[in-house]
């Protein structure tokens, strides 16, 4: 019967070495496929607030440019809850969703007819 820690170990990838010898196929997703990539990947965002903590707290760089994290948590659930000069959060993602649709649409038709498709063609006859 799977316990715990064998479910908590199989979610970080952290599996015996008997196991990787057992399987000969992988499906995607399959966290023995990534080995500890889980745990180190938990363990840089851990690193990377932690970091921005002590930057904060040690002043090094001025708070305007460089903003505890507290602030920019608060401000965010502020702005996704209260919304940001007369619209919602989610109506700022959508308006930029369809300025990035947009842009590329403009570069598929555009990029076709003047040949910047990625496409190498010579323009001599040899």
């Known amino acids: 019967m799977p316990t715990l820690l064998n479910h908590v170990k199989h ?3 952290l599996s015996s070495p008997d196991d990787f010898e057992k399987k000969k196929t992988v499906r995607f997703g399959d966290p023995s496929s990534t080995g500890n990539g889980r745990i180190f ?11 921005w903590v002590i930057v904060c707290e040690l002043e090094i760089v ?21 919304g940001y000069r007369g619209h919602t959060l989610w109506g700022h993602i959508g308006v930029s969703m ?3 649709l947009a842009g ?10 003047l040949r910047t498709d990625g496409s190498v063609r010579s323009t001599r006859q040899h």
């Open 41 to 51: 990947s938990l363990l840089s965002l851990i690193l990377l607030i932690a970091v």
């Open 98 to 100: 369809l300025r990035i």
């Open 11 to 13: 979610f970080f990838g």
């Open 62 to 82: 001025p708070p305007l440019f460089w903003p505890p994290p507290q602030e920019v948590f608060a401000r965010f659930y502020e702005i996704a809850t209260e």
């Open 104 to 113: 590329f649409i403009l570069g598929c038709l555009l990029g076709k007819p």
